[in-house]
């Protein structure tokens, strides 16, 4: 994973709650096998409509999205942050997120900004007047800027730290491979192994 | 005396492999079920660094999203594909497949249960939020990503920040006609899309208890919908009895040692909770989603809500929007609206107490010639059982398609899917904005209700069939 020190770019409102992961990449989609190729897919739905922030003229090159409460509820599917990603964001902004989405954003470096409801608002009024504006989100400094616009974000330490370092989180984990291995040889005995493996591993 | 603990606090404390300073907890994972979609790209990490799976023997595939649910050839190259790199990456890190064509294939929430993998107090992730779903044994069971799947797959463990445990308990006895998914869209209303975000709930009180190991995985299936980590029901002889004699339980003396250990698996008297909700079964009734989120939902007696009659602006705004995008109008009496579509099946209502209840209301009733109507078994031996009891004759003679088990019209990937703007009353999860195709219109109900609404045509109990109403 690379490392993610700041976001800088155009923003994109999308002011809805519970944006849900079937929106963000629908269902046909995920019968790709690699991680890469989803922009297409980003929004496909809601995209059809001319109306939709997406296909306003000015939004070209976006690197943040603004959006409701809950966002990437509902399917656990990682292949929506891949495909915010893939269209070229880099961070989201909003007033909470959904956990398996947001344990899905720290894992492939996008970053997840939580800001308050009424920052939120402000954020959006801010950039109704000048929508062409730089967002700044700083993962450093935790916080999101405009022009006459700033406000604190909230984000995990750990999930910040990776950010920062890129970190690969499987490299930092098997550092405790000590502590696996002595926990494996506790479990008691009765729990299951599937069929073709018994004993295999241990 | 040592402080009350919760169910949670207990299954999360003996699974704690190390709690290093800054980072979140390592948390031991028992069980991993694996999928053919969420998977491919986790493998091909894996062996772009050079790694191995950590424990095949803790690991179990199956196919289930893409598969085909009538008989012939896979005729979905893509789909294909994702079923071949499963077999691949099973066979090169001695992982044990259910494929297509196995008696044990399935949907992975079906299958574990089923098999008796899934057990009280383990630590059970996939890489499908429905993992919630076994929970209804007292077990930790959650969704995960898939860069979570590479990582559990190479460490057998997951980082994971401890959530917050919320209780909800529903007291008194369910009323006649109310169900275990009636009950569970009864909660999400409750609590809304992300009530249970960042926690883990445990369902308590009497109507839980008194509920089958089915119902129980429907409630727990359905906590994802709340927003929650998961879902979780303290084992009693309910859980221990559907156990007992599956293939993967303890078996002899080791039965009897586990059963020790699963009845300490109860949150203490006084054990506070972060959260506590009450819910009184007795003012529940059957429910039907009229919106595009699980928590929009009215009952059977009611008129599709105003959205002006909501509180919050957001929540008018996203009423009026799910009404546009549903084809209704307001006020309009639920029993007035037609369906093009009947579905049943999926990890919430796909198994053989679900089939056994819809076919009871169908046995000698053939449905509006109006509708199509599907049914999916959970899994290849739901299937094999129910065609056991001649479920499928019932099925088939009121005019039900009989399908080979998979996700199917759950999620719409495998070609089972509405055409734009076609209504289905399903027993799925989700009724989110073309969940089971394009412009797709879904109504979350149950498998009576869905049974019911075949025959009617309309929203129904079965109450109101023959006259009955």
Known sequence: ?202 | MATPARLFDKVWQRHLVASPDGEPPLLYIDLHLVHEVTSPQAFEGLELAGRQVRRPDLTVATMDHDVPTVPGPITDPLAAEQMARLRKNCERHGITLYPLGSADQGVVHVIGPQLGLTQPGMTVVCGDSHTSTHGAFGALAFGIGTTEVEHVLATQTLRQGKPQAMAVTVDGELPAGVTAKDLVLGIIAELGTGGGAGSVIEYRGEAVRGLDMEGRMTVCNMSIEAGARAGMIAPDDTTFAFLEGRQHAPKGAEWERALDDWRSLVTDENAPFDREVQIDASSLRPVVTWGTNPAQSVTIDSVVPDPASFSSPGQQQAAQRALEYMGLAAGTAVRDIAVDTVFIGSCTNGRLADLRAAAGVLRGRTINPAVRAIVVPGSARVKAEAEAEGLDEVFRAAGFEWRSAGCSMCLGMNGDILAPRERSASTSNRNFEGRQGPGGRTHLVSPTMAAATAVAGRFAMPSDLDGGR
Request: glycine content about 10%; proline content about 5%; aromatic content about 8%.
């Open chain 1, 1 to 202: 994973m690379r490392a993610v020190q700041l976001v800088r770019g155009r923003a994109i409102v999308l002011d809805r709650h519970d944006i849900d992961t079937d929106q963000i990449i629908p269902a046909s989609w995920l019968k790709r096998v690699e991680r890469t190729g989803f922009g297409s897919g980003l929004f496909e739905a809601w995209r059809a409509d001319p109306d939709f922030a997406l296909n306003q003229p000015g939004a070209i090159d976006p690197k943040i999205l603004i959006a409701g409460a809950n966002f990437g509820c509902g399917s656990s599917r990682e292949h929506a942050v891949w495909a915010l990603q893939d269209f070229g964001f880099e961070a989201v902004v909003a007033p909470s997120f959904a956990d398996i989405f947001r344990g899905n954003s720290v894992g492939a470096g996008l970053v997840t900004a939580q800001v308050d409801e009424d920052d939120r608002a402000n954020l959006i009024a801010a950039l109704a007047g000048d929508p062409d504006a730089d967002v700044v989100v700083d993962v450093a400094g935790r916080t999101v800027s405009a022009p006459s616009f700033t406000a604190p974000f909230e984000i995990e330490d750990y999930a910040r730290w990776r950010l920062l370092e890129g970190l690969d989180d499987i490299g930092v984990t098997q550092r405790h491979d000590e502590a696996i291995a002595g926990f494996e040889r506790t479990r008691p005995s009765w729990l299951p192994i599937s069929g073709t493996w018994a004993g295999a591993g241990v």
